[in-house]
Antibody
Framework: EVQLVESGGGLVQPGRSLKLSCAAS????????MAWVRQAPKKGLEWVAT????????YYPDSVKGRFTISRDNAKSSLYLQMNSLKSEDTATYYC????????????WGQGTLVTVSS | EIVLTQSPTTMAASPGEKVTITCRAS?????MHWFQQKSGTSPKPWIY???KLASGVPDRFSGSGSGTSYSLTISSMEAEDAATYYC???????????FGGGTKLELK
């Protein structure tokens, strides 16, 4: 059974940093593109980052480019999201997701971890 | 970047009623994906590659469309179908992914 378990969320002050983790199991992690998707309270879904199978290619929307970094450790079947210079608008539940290329279908999702950016 | 516009934003349907949710793209695309989300839970993959049902999705659901207009249809509304539905599309290069704004479907 595919499982994605996020951790690392919490309350953080504006301008500070936070690193999220996603532990994957039930599939060969190194074979799949992985992504982070977020959802602000009472709002819709927003794609945040995607990383290729080897980690050599990463993609971001303009809203987080230069502030967020996605990475992976295939030996540990783990995905990460380093978030720097956090803003109040980054407050959201962050989901880890497994993608199916080439269309990038988000076939599996974790339960999410809440990040609150507030002073 | 492709913009996806869903309609309606909210709607209510009675048990047994046919429901259609539309997703319009700002430029022509070759497929659409759909997700279902219930309050307080993670989104669930629902329909992929325009018309393929994800595992466990009841066959009263269907997807169709081409070009700039795609739809998710429920042939006969059931109480468990009340949820928010999102469409998803990828832009070619560099790869970026865009969700529609969501359609909240309620039971009447």
């Amino acid at each position: 059974e595919v499982q994605l378990v996020e951790s690392g969320g919490g309350l953080v002050q504006p301008g500070r940093s936070l690193k999220l983790s996603c532990a994957a199991s039930g599939f060969t992690f190194s074979n799949y593109y992985m992504a982070w998707v977020r959802q602000a309270p009472k709002k819709g879904l927003e794609w945040v980052a995607t990383i290729s199978t080897s980690g050599s290619r990463t993609y971001y929307p303009d809203s987080v480019k230069g502030r967020f970094t996605i990475s992976r450790d295939n030996a540990k079947s783990s995905l990460y999201l380093q978030m720097n210079s956090l803003k109040s608008e980054d407050t959201a539940t962050y989901y880890c997701a497994r993608q199916v290329m080439p269309t990038g279908w988000f076939a599996y999702w974790g339960q999410g971890t809440l990040v609150t950016v507030s002073s | 970047e492709i913009v996806l516009t869903q309609s309606p934003t909210t709607m209510a349907a009675s048990p047994g009623e046919k429901v259609t949710i539309t997703c319009r793209a700002s430029s022509s695309v070759s497929y659409m994906h759909w997700f279902q989300q219930k309050s307080g839970t993670s989104p669930k993959p629902w329909i992929y590659d325009t018309s393929k049902l994800a595992s466990g999705v009841p066959d009263r659901f269907s997807g169709s469309g081409s070009g700039t207009s795609y739809s998710l249809t429920i042939s006969s509304m059931e109480a468990e179908d009340a949820a928010t539905y999102y469409c998803l599309q990828r832009s070619s290069y560099p790869p970026t992914w865009t969700f529609g704004g969501g359609t909240k479907l309620e039971l009447k």
